[in-house]
């Protein structure tokens, strides 16, 4: 089963995407966790990436490209994953199509999560995250149990430098600009389903979960 979470900046699609991964036995694949880690590790890819992430910006599609390409073709892609935050851009899509075309195989579902903008920005400035295990947080609806620290490892956990208000807005920006068109570009090949995001979090899961036939 091959997935795609799509929506705009903070509409929860890391959190849900992880649930689906456990649910399903499929890995998830998020290009903002594989760029952060490689930032954190300072390797040449993260500071090339570094750069683009802390203004809002998308890291150009040859970069990300590159980096997303090798990773599907682990051993644990075999079955399918979910992938959140990519594709990002319509070239982005076409190559993935490409990819899969090269080995007779399709996307199933492009799932998007819908939230209006007003959440989105309040959501995004209580999100809290961890650096070490990457665990995610919201100091309003998910705090966790001792102030900055992860509950599951004990980790620093912070404000994402890009999840910062004159960041966010500049993301919102980018992904009306360069990342919605992939809404259209999903319900022409037929996969695309939308979730209101503002029935709250276990029941995107389980619409979530119901669409993919899991329940
Ligand atoms: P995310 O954690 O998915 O919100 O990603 C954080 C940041 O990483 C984004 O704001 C982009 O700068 C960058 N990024 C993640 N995925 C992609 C992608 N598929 N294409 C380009 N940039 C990306």
Redo the contacts with the bound molecule.
């Keep these: 089963m091959k997935i795609v979470m799509l929506g705009a900046?903070g509409v929860g699609?890391?959190t849900q995407a992880k649930r689906i991964s456990e649910k399903f036995g499929i890995p998830h694949i998020?290009?903002?966790?594989i760029?952060?880690a490689n930032i954190k590790e300072n390797t040449e890819l993260g500071k090339k990436?570094k750069t683009?992430?802390d203004q809002?910006?998308?890291?150009?599609?040859e970069l990300?490209l590159e980096l997303?390409m090798d990773r599907f073709m682990q051993d644990d892609a075999e079955n399918g994953y979910i992938l959140?935050?990519?594709?990002?851009?319509i070239p982005?899509a076409e190559a993935l199509d490409e990819a899969l075309r090269n080995t007779e195989d399709d996307l199933d579902f492009a799932v998007n999560i819908v939230l209006p903008d007003e959440e989105i920005i309040s959501r995004m400035a209580g999100r809290r995250v961890c650096i070490t295990c990457g665990g995610t947080y919201n100091v309003d609806f998910r705090p966790t149990k001792k102030e900055g620290v992860c509950d599951a490892c004990g980790g620093e956990v912070i404000l994402r430098e890009?999840d910062k208000p004159e960041t966010v807005k500049k993301?919102l920006d980018?992904y009306r600009e360069q990342t919605q068109p992939l809404i259209q570009f999903y319900e022409k090949a037929g996969i695309l389903h939308n979730i209101d995001g503002l029935i709250g979090m276990e029941k995107v899961t389980e619409k979530i979960a119901g669409i993919l036939g899991g329940e």
């Design positions: 900046p699609k890391g998020s290009t903002g966790d760029f952060r990436a683009y992430i809002g910006l998308l890291v150009p599609d990300t997303v959140d935050g990519f594709p990002r851009t982005q890009d993301r980018v």
